[in-house]
């Protein structure tokens, strides 16, 4: 059974650091494209970054220079690293594959507030 597990967010000030963490289990971790997702409140789930499995890494535009995305395919993790966040950065966020995804994990909550 595919396992996707979030970890890291938090409360952060405006202009803070953040690193999401993502466990994968049961799926062919090395060969798959790998996104990071986020859902704000009352806005559709969009994708936010995308590594694969050569290490190339494509942005959104509201994050790219901010967040970088990495991977360790030996620990079937990804990584988000986030920098200079935004209020506008709050949302849930969520790892999957890319473009055909699993079922969803948990996620993990992101506030930027002061």
């Known amino acids: 059974q595919v396992r996707l597990v979030e970890s890291g967010g938090g409360l952060v000030q405006p202009g803070g650091s953040l690193r999401l963490s993502c466990a994968a289990s049961?799926?062919?971790?090395?060969?798959?494209?790998m996104g990071w997702y986020r859902q704000a409140p009352g806005k559709q789930r969009e994708l936010v970054a995308r590594i694969t499995s050569g290490l190339s890494t494509i942005y959104a535009d509201a994050v790219r220079g901010r967040f970088t995305m990495s991977r360790d395919n030996a620990k079937n993790t990804v990584y988000l690293q986030m920098s200079s966040l935004k209020p506008e950065d709050t949302a849930v966020y969520y790892c999957?594959?890319?473009?055909?995804?699993?079922?969803w994990g948990q996620g993990t909550q992101v506030t930027v507030s002061s």
């Open positions: 049961a799926i062919s971790f090395g060969i798959t494209t």
């Open positions: 999957n594959a890319f473009p055909n995804f699993y079922s």
